[in-house]
């Protein structure tokens, strides 16, 4: 509601700043001032000379009235503007940029419009998507007037229409989809928006040039749902991913299994390489079974480990007995 407000004061803003009425250009009001200063100083130097008083009071009269032709007369638009000048009430052109000139009484100025590229702000509170489900739309539309002559005369106020035909848009645009598609699909809103508004603004001499989706928000207790859907699935595409670990593991164990009952040498050295590198490990101890001892001739290997450690701890104890000595 307060968004709808803003929008409306703020074309009823616009429209008062752009009453050609209200518009005194600060070069015409110079002008004026100076014609005043200088009638007043040229009758009173005709009074000083004997001029009679009825020819000086004529002369300050025609000077006045000349300063007052250039403060209605004289108007000035700027560089991005038009205006829109009316005789007697009917239409006879558009005037400026730059200096003009309209007559007083006769002429009138009634709207200066802006060519410039325009931002109007614009929301869908409380909206029920296609899937029932209320939601708060923020958006921005990017505008221009192409056509200064059908804005000013085939609708009443542009602005203001603009913003009610892009808010109207707005709900029924999201009336026609699922919440699941507003929230991934913005291009597509942007899109049909753009289209829509389009459509109805361009008869007022108004395009449309983009529209921005910035914000979508919806109830806290569906985004606590979809919250909680979203690590559902990811938990369950987890376990999948494991599922699908344990099943390429065990058929790489099974390709190995008919690998090594072709060729047992082959199995026995891998037995023997996983053995080694348990044994390697600092404090480690390997149990292994009397049935692999006998099959892969362990029993001679760790005789001759063990003889090997026996030698190299007494050659270490001889050595340490000559340096005591």
Known sequence: MRTRNWTYERGKRIQASQTGQIRVPGVAFAVWLI?????ALLALWLQSLGVRGTLIGLLIVGINLVGLYVLFALKIADQWEKAIVLRFGRFIGLRGPGIFWVVPVVDRVTNWIDHRVMVTPFSAEKTLTKDTVPVD???????LVWDAEKAALEVEDYQVAIAWAAQTALREVIGQMDLADILVGRARMDRDLQKIIDERTTPWGVTVQSV???????????????????????????RVILGESEKQIAQSFADASIA?????????????????????????????????VDTMNLGALMGITSLAGITAGGLEKGDQSQEDS
């Not at 928000?217 to 985004?223: F, K, R, S």
């Not at 037995?271 to 079974?289: D, H, K, S, T």
């Open 35 to 39: 014609l005043m200063t200088v009638s």
């Open 137 to 143: 739309v923020d958006a921005v539309l990017f505008w």
């Open 212 to 238: 921005e989706i910035r914000d979508i928000v919806i109830p806290q207790e569906l985004e606590d749902a979809m919250s909680r859907q979203a690590q559902a699935e990811r938990e369950r595409q987890a």
């Open 260 to 292: 090594y009952h072709d060729n047992p040498t082959a199995l026995h050295l891998r037995a023997m390489n996983m053995l080694f590198e348990g044994l390697q490990e600092r404090g480690a101890m390997v149990i292994v079974p009397s049935t692999a």
